[in-house]
Structure formats: structure tokens, C-alpha cells
């Protein structure tokens, strides 16, 4: 792979050439872009760890993207100073790769739907599970069938920045093929027709068979290597690496502060954890005395424990850069930082002491079954109407008007193939934000009723 193309400010779906260099870039602007779309906005009250928290202070799906997108941005400007000088690229700036950095990290949860993972878990449980969604689901084959019994929110992301935000729009949002492919860390359909790949990028879908087209058309402008000719996969675009490091970096820190503000760590706990990872203790530890609060400490430790983590991603990618351009490293590179075992750590207790606490896991299991049920009640409701128009039930033509008509059809008709309505229909229901998903079951289910 070549760095100019790489770093192609084509815009997906755009007639029009790149502009020239104004006072913003175009990947600033992709950045913009993403900030103002009402998927962006919803993610204020979608789930990151706790979910529906009353606690303002604890991180939600929008401002753990915001503080990766700063991580990402310094991961790709200190990357980027060393590429440019490497390969002598001119027409470029150390800013571009950290501003593609940035936009790709403040969307790369922008898929995921309410309730976090569980919620996920929900959409796969239902198209494997359900009475009624299993049936219609087996109906499908190959990527067809995979897009909901391997649901991701990856592959739900890439949907919503091409086609579902700004929908009139050929490529969506329109943003740059750059940015994109660093946004897709898995780039590969969900059917692989039964071979196994190696490597990261292999392990999930990162956009389903409807969006094939779509990301065929960002592969080829920015010169990613294809994996097999008979198959949609990929190697990844080397900043999506960088990206996974900003994400990984911020949840494993940042969930262990999360968890000391909920009161499921201790500060010497934190402390514990935190101090192994810092290069020079001892002059952290005269800074740290003239800290007061408690709070304050570990705030500090944490901005420290980031800079210590973003280092040594950098010194990682940067060492393998030639192997990523080739497409023979795929890996986290966390993986092989020096801190790993530190930073594994961080992992290890969050997943004991955090991610398995009592009201956290009762507010999951609740979110699986409101997904499911809303898909499960819903596809029934399309079904039925696809299949007999006006002499649908009563209870049928009733509840269709929930459904908003982009997620429906034109006219509020279903489309005609099984497999684009159960799509419109998880559109529909992964876009929803944590409230509203628990707001709708409560009332299609009779719970409770509009005031």
C-alpha cells in the first residue's frame, strides 16, 4: 500500500473533485460532519459501561468517542510527522493523519446500539433464538444470514455513515475515503464462505452485504490489499490500527477511573494498577504530593498512565509500519507494546471488580430482552403487511406507524425482500438510544402508557 494514495481525500459518493486547501482540511471536515449528525448526538445516551447511569460524572458512548478522537489525533500527528519524513510525502501535513485519526475514532462507536455489547448480543440472540425471528432469519443465506447472527456494530456504523445519515445522499455523509477505511477495522463481509483468516482485521464484519458495494469503492480508491479474489476482505488501512490503539488505550484506563468514581475500586487499588505504568515514578510522586483530593490524584495518574500508553502504541506502529504496508503484521498493537502486562492488567481487573457488578448486569439482561422483543414484535408487524398490504391486521397497521418511514418503505410499504425489511428493521432498532428502546418496549408491551 502507498501513503498518497492511503490518504485520498476522495469523498464517497461525491461527483465533485476534492476542493483545494482552504482554512479546513477535508478530513477536518469529516470531523464536522460527524460532531452534527443526530447519530453523533445519540450516543449521549447510549451505554459504555454503566448503563442508564444517573451519575453525570461517568463516561457515555459520546464522550468515550470524544476523548479517544483526542488520543487518536495525537497517535496520528506524532505517527505522521515520522511517515512524511520516511517517504518524503510533500502534499502532506502531520495534522492529516491525525485529523483522519480523530474523525475515524469519533465514530468508531457511533454503530453500536443501546445497551453496549448486550445490545448486540441481543440482535444476535434474536436472529438465532426468537420463535420468529430464527425462522426468518434461516430463510437467508450467506452474508444475508451472518449481517444479523454475527450482528456488529462495526459493520452498523459504516451503514450509518454511508447510507442512513443524510440518506438522500449518494455515500451518506459523504466523507473521505481516507477516513473511511481507517473507520473500518474489520474490513470484510460476515460470510467468508467458511475459510478462516488470520489477523485482527479478520475477526468480525465491518460492513454488511447491502454496503459490499460501498466499501469495494473505498478499497479500491485508496489502494487497500485484497485478501481473496472471491471473497470481500481486506487488509486493513494502516491508520485503523492507530485507531483500535486510541480506543483500546482509553476504555482500559478510563473504565478503571470510571470505576473508582463508582465506588468499585479503591484509590490504593487504582493506585496499584496505574503507578507500574508510569516511566519516571519519582517524579510523578512529587507532583502527586501536591495534589489534595483523592479524586484529583487519580485524574492525574490517568492523564499520566494515557501519554505513558500513547508512546509506546506510537514507538509499536512505527516499527512495524513496513510490515502494515505490506500486509503482513495484523495485529492489536497493543499486543506488543512493553507495557502489555501492565496495561492487560487494567482488563483484567475491570472485567472482575467493574463490568460484572450486580445492577450493571440486571440493567444488561433487561436491555437483551427489550431488544429482542422489539425486533421479534416488530418483524412480525412487516412480515404481515409485505405479505398481505391494506388486509393486514388491525394490530399490524396500527403499530407499523412507530416504525418511522425511512426504516419502513415508501408509503410505509415493506420492501419486498426478507432480507432488506429485517435490515431496515435493525437500522430501526440499533439506532435507538437507551431510553427510548426501554420507552417503546414499555408501551408496545403495555407496561405503561403515554402520558
Not at 31 to 44: L, N, P
Not at 252 to 271: A, H, P
Not at 302 to 312: Q, W
Not at 385 to 393: D, V
Request: proline letters at 4%; charged letters at 30%.
Amino acid at each position: 500500500m502507498q501513503w498518497p494514495r492511503l490518504l485520498s481525500r476522495k469523498r464517497l459518493g461525491a461527483e465533485r473533485d476534492p476542493s483545494p486547501s482552504t482554512a479546513r482540511t477535508d478530513f477536518q471536515r469529516d470531523f464536522d460532519r460527524i460532531v452534527f449528525s443526530s447519530a453523533f448526538r445519540r450516543m449521549q445516551d447510549k451505554t459504555q459501561v454503566f448503563p442508564l447511569s444517573k451519575v453525570d460524572y461517568i463516561r457515555t458512548r459520546l464522550t468515550h468517542s470524544l476523548e479517544s478522537s483526542c488520543v487518536g489525533r495525537s497517535l496520528g500527528t506524532l505517527a505522521g510527522e515520522q511517515i512524511i519524513a520516511r517517504h518524503g510525502l510533500r502534499d502532506f501535513e502531520a495534522s492529516d493523519f491525525g485529523d483522519i485519526c480523530a474523525a475515524a475514532c469519533l465514530a468508531h462507536d457511533i454503530g453500536n446500539p443501546p445497551f453496549g455489547h448486550s445490545g448486540e448480543d441481543g440482535i444476535r440472540g434474536w436472529a438465532t433464538e426468537a420463535r420468529y425471528g430464527r425462522r426468518r432469519v434461516q430463510m437467508l443465506a450467506d452474508s444475508e444470514r451472518e449481517d444479523f447472527t454475527r450482528f456488529e456494530g462495526n459493520a452498523q456504523g459504516f451503514r450509518i455513515l454511508t447510507r442512513l445519515q443524510n440518506r438522500d445522499n449518494c455515500g451518506g455523509l459523504q466523507l473521505t475515503c481516507a477516513t473511511l477505511a481507517a473507520f473500518t477495522k474489520y474490513p470484510r463481509e460476515s460470510c467468508t464462505g467458511g475459510r478462516g483468516f488470520d489477523g485482527v482485521s479478520a475477526r468480525k464484519q465491518g460492513f454488511t452485504a447491502e454496503d459490499r458495494g460501498l466499501f469495494d469503492e473505498v478499497a479500491a480508491t485508496v489502494g487497500l490489499l485484497r485478501r481473496d479474489p472471491a471473497r470481500a476482505i481486506w487488509r486493513r488501512h494502516p491508520l485503523a490500527f492507530l485507531v483500535e490503539a486510541a480506543d483500546d488505550i482509553c476504555y482500559r484506563v478510563i473504565d478503571i477511573e470510571d470505576g473508582f468514581r463508582l465506588g468499585y475500586l479503591s484509590f490504593q487499588e487504582v493506585m496499584d494498577l496505574f503507578w507500574p505504568i508510569l516511566r519516571e515514578p519519582q517524579r510523578q510522586a512529587s507532583r502527586l504530593a501536591r495534589v489534595s483530593g483523592q479524586r484529583e490524584k487519580i485524574e492525574l495518574l490517568r492523564a499520566k498512565v494515557i501519554n505513558e500508553a500513547i508512546g509506546e502504541a506510537l514507538e509499536c506502529f512505527l516499527d512495524q509500519e513496513p510490515d502494515i504496508l505490506c500486509g503482513r503484521f495484523d495485529d492489536p498493537v497493543m499486543r506488543h507494546i512493553g507495557r502489555r502486562g501492565e496495561m492487560d492488567r487494567l482488563i483484567e481487573v475491570a472485567r472482575e471488580q467493574i463490568y460484572c457488578a450486580h445492577e450493571v448486569v440486571e440493567i444488561q439482561a433487561a436491555g437483551f430482552q427489550v431488544i429482542g422483543e422489539l425486533l421479534e414484535r416488530f418483524s412480525q408487524v412487516l412480515d404481515e403487511i409485505a405479505e398481505r398490504g391494506p388486509g393486514a391486521g388491525a394490530r399490524s397497521l396500527m403499530m407499523v406507524k412507530l416504525v418511522p418511514e425511512q426504516f419502513v418503505g415508501p408509503g410505509r410499504v415493506p420492501a419486498g425482500s426478507p432480507y432488506l425489511r429485517l435490515l431496515r428493521l435493525t437500522d430501526f432498532v440499533s439506532g435507538m438510544t437507551d431510553s427510548y428502546a426501554v420507552s417503546l418496549y414499555k408501551k408496545i408491551t403495555g407496561i405503561s402508557l403515554p402520558a
